[in-house]
Nanobody, 126 residues
């Protein structure tokens, strides 16, 4: 079965850094849109970073541009989100998601929605 498992969340001071990981099993990430999403109480679940795993193109939300970097390790079947210069407004539950690519599929922010979701990892900045 397909499983995505996030790890790396926690409590960090403003200005600090965290690296989130999303390990996939029962599934390979080599031709997918994959992304990181976050949801805080009272807010919708927003896509903050996306990657085309076939060609490596990435897209990052303006709110985190210059601070967050999405990357992948195909050999480890794992997606990462490096988060630097964290702010209190980054506090949220962070989820990874994936969708296999098809013709006409692009991986730009907001252009796709996951078929598979992880259970999330909490990030608290205070």
């Amino acid at each position: 079965h397909v499983q995505l498992v996030e790890s790396g969340g926690g409590l960090v001071q403003p200005g600090g850094s965290l690296r989130l990981s999303c390990a996939a099993s029962g599934y390979t990430i080599d031709n997918n849109c994959m992304g990181w999403f976050r949801q805080a109480p009272g807010n919708e679940r927003d896509m903050v970073a996306s990657i085309n795993t076939l060609v490596g193109n990435t897209d990052v939300a303006d709110s985190v541009k210059g601070r967050f970097t999405i990357s992948q390790d195909i050999a480890k079947n794992t997606l990462y989100l490096q988060m630097n210069s964290l702010k209190p407004e980054d506090t949220a539950m962070y989820y990874c998601g994936a969708r296999p690519r098809s013709r006409s599929t692009t991986c730009s922010l907001g252009s796709w929605t996951p078929k598979y979701w992880g259970q999330g990892t909490q990030v608290t900045v205070s």
